[in-house]
């Protein structure tokens, strides 16, 4: 499959990791929006939201938990931080493997947008 994500979670593809368990990777974005811009990705190739199945639960758990850690392991647990899924062409998705963008590092003063 020709998949960008999959690629990055194979190995086929080089990222800048900062976080890997068995289900879950998570690296750093190549066009970074803020001083800390980590993408969480599930391993196995889930589209978006629209393809999740009940047996992914699991995953998307860890990927909670994982954006926890990796705030922790940022400081930016105190200071806090966005979590952000865009679902969706109309929401700006532009790479269709599920993944969690975790943003900090700045102040964040504006009106929900994408980035
Ligand atoms: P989306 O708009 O789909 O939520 O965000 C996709 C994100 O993936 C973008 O922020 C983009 O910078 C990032 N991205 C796209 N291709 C690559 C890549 O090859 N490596 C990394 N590390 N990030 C990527
Ligand atoms: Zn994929």
């Known amino acids: 499959m020709d998949c960008i ?3 990055i ?4 593809i080089p990222s800048e990791k900062v976080y890997e368990s068995q289900k879950i990777l998570a690296f ?9 811009h980590i993408l969480i990705i599930p391993k196995k190739h889930i589209s978006n939201i629209e393809d999740l199945a009940v047996d ?3 995953d ?7 954006a926890k850690e990796i705030a922790r392991e940022h400081a930016l647990s105190d200071k806090g931080y ?5 679902n969706g062409r109309a929401a700006g998705q532009e790479v269709f493997h ?8 700045k ?6 947008i994408a980035k």
């Open 56 to 58: 992914d639960s699991e």
């Open 60 to 66: 998307i758990a860890e990927l909670i938990f994982a």
């Open 107 to 112: 102040e964040y003063l504006g009106p929900m």
């Open 28 to 36: 750093k974005d190549i066009n970074p929006v803020a001083p800390e």
């Open 5 to 7: 994500f999959c690629k």
């Open 9 to 12: 979670a194979s190995g086929q």
């Open 82 to 86: 966005r979590l952000i899924i865009n």
């Open 98 to 105: 599920l993944h969690m963008h975790i943003i900090g590092g």
